[in-house]
């Protein structure tokens, strides 16, 4: 198969795993049905229901090291059920559904979560590389 569709394949199987659980999760369940689906209901329901139990796996896999094994394990099956599906379709389809896949991608990416941090330091002293300080720091991550 051609890089490319490789590279779409896996940045989809990423986008799965990265969006469960964010605002965009509704968005990219439906459109991976569709895609995987192809039209057929019962497949796009089969793939809806693949999807559910994906966000349950990601969710009961909670923070850590094996979440991230969860993650990666997740992602690399969706990226090789999307490779399946574009290698079976003829190449115009496969343009079109690349490109429906790339849509989704983005709108993965554009729900990711921000992380920030904000360090106050309005007391602090600092001396040679030190600081000496007492007060806040904020964490955010927006999901």
Same mark, same amino acid.
């Given at each position: 198969?051609?890089? *490319?569709?490789? @590279?779409? @394949? ?13 605002? #965009?999760?509704? *968005? ?8 995987? $689906?192809?039209?057929?209901? $019962? ?5 809806? =229901?693949?999807?559910?139990? !994906? ?5 009961? #896999? %909670?923070? %850590?090291? $094996? ?24 190449? =115009? ?16 990416? %554009? ?23 007492? $007060?806040?720091?904020?964490? !955010?991550?927006?999901?």
């Amino acid at each position: 198969m051609v890089e *490319g569709l490789i @590279a779409v @394949a896996a940045a989809g199987g990423g986008a799965i795993v990265q969006a469960a659980g964010t605002d #965009a999760w509704a *968005g990219i369940r439906s459109g991976v049905a569709r895609i995987l $689906g192809r039209g057929e209901a $019962g497949r796009e329901q089969a793939e809806l =229901e693949r999807l559910d139990q !994906t966000r349950a796996e990601l969710e009961s #896999a %909670g923070d %850590g090291a $094996g979440a991230e094994r969860v993650q990666t394990v997740l992602a690399t099956r969706w990226q090789t059920r999307l490779e399946m599906l574009l290698e079976q379709l003829p190449e =115009e389809e496969r343009q079109q559904v690349a490109a429906e896949l790339q849509a989704l991608v983005q709108q993965a990416q %554009g729900q990711a979560p921000v992380q920030s941090t904000h360090n106050d330091f309005s007391n602090a002293t600092f001396t040679d590389s030190q600081v000496l300080a007492s $007060g806040t720091q904020n964490n !955010t991550i927006n999901r």
